[in-house]
Every structure is written in structure tokens, then in C-alpha cells.
């Protein structure tokens, strides 16, 4: 089993450093080759430039949290998340639709009930059956 990790080329884990403006400010993103790769597919779906979909996740990320603290470990769950949402056929993987265009709202709900554990979902069929709202 571990071969098929280990014999991955080393060039996939190996950190580059990339400057890209955020929030009016010129700051530096290291990440790990494989990383660059993935944010580059999620950006060219929606015709942006990799700094231009930072510097977006960026700006979202500041008004809905007010805060960014480790923007880096951010962007890599984005990329995992991307991944297991196509797993999930939450967003297709026909490189040529934009992510942008997809219904958010009803994605991230099935994502909550796909993670939740059992008691969070026998809780939520308990709401529904008692005319609450289930998330």
C-alpha cells in the first residue's frame, strides 16, 4: 500500500513560494507543488489566474470569518475538499464547468450529511420528523 505514496514523484511534495496580493498588500503563499497544481484547476475552471482566485478565497474568507489565520492550511483544505466533493459528484469533474455557477447552498448541505456521524444524523431526521428544520 505504501508504495503507491511513496513512489509519487518527490516534485508533488516539494514547497514553492509565490507572491500574490491580498487585501491590498503584497505577501508571500508556500505550498507544496501538488497544491499549486490543484488551485490552478479550480482557478482556470472559472477563468481566473491562480493569484486572482487567492486573492478572492482571501477576501470571501476575511468578510465571513474577520479574520485570516493560517491561510496556507486554508487553501490546502480547499484543495482536499475539492477533491472529495468530485468523489462525491458534487462538482463534476468535466474540468470545463465553472465552480462558480454551482448551487453552494445545496452542496455544502449534502457535504454536513455525508460528515455528520450517526447521532448527528438520527438528530436531524429526529427535527424533520417533528416538523423542525434539518440542516
Not at 514547497?15 to 482556470?44: D, F, Q
Amino acid at each position: 500500500m505504501c508504495q503507491l505514496f511513496i513512489g509519487a514523484d518527490p516534485a508533488l511534495w516539494e514547497t514553492r513560494l509565490r507572491s500574490v496580493r491580498m487585501h491590498g498588500y503584497a505577501t508571500s503563499v508556500r505550498l507544496e507543488n501538488i497544491y499549486w497544481r490543484l488551485l490552478g484547476e479550480i482557478a482556470g475552471r472559472d477563468r481566473l489566474s491562480v493569484a486572482e482566485l487567492l486573492a478572492r478565497l482571501y477576501e470571501e474568507l476575511l468578510e465571513a470569518q474577520g479574520e485570516v489565520d493560517n491561510f496556507a492550511s486554508f487553501l490546502r483544505v480547499c484543495c482536499v475538499r475539492y477533491l472529495m466533493l468530485q468523489m462525491a459528484g458534487d462538482i463534476p469533474a468535466d474540468r470545463m464547468q465553472p465552480i462558480g455557477g454551482l448551487d453552494a447552498p445545496s452542496i455544502l448541505a449534502r457535504e454536513r450529511r455525508r460528515l455528520a456521524g450517526p447521532d448527528d444524523q438520527h438528530r436531524e431526521a429526529s427535527k424533520a420528523a417533528q416538523g423542525g428544520i434539518a440542516v
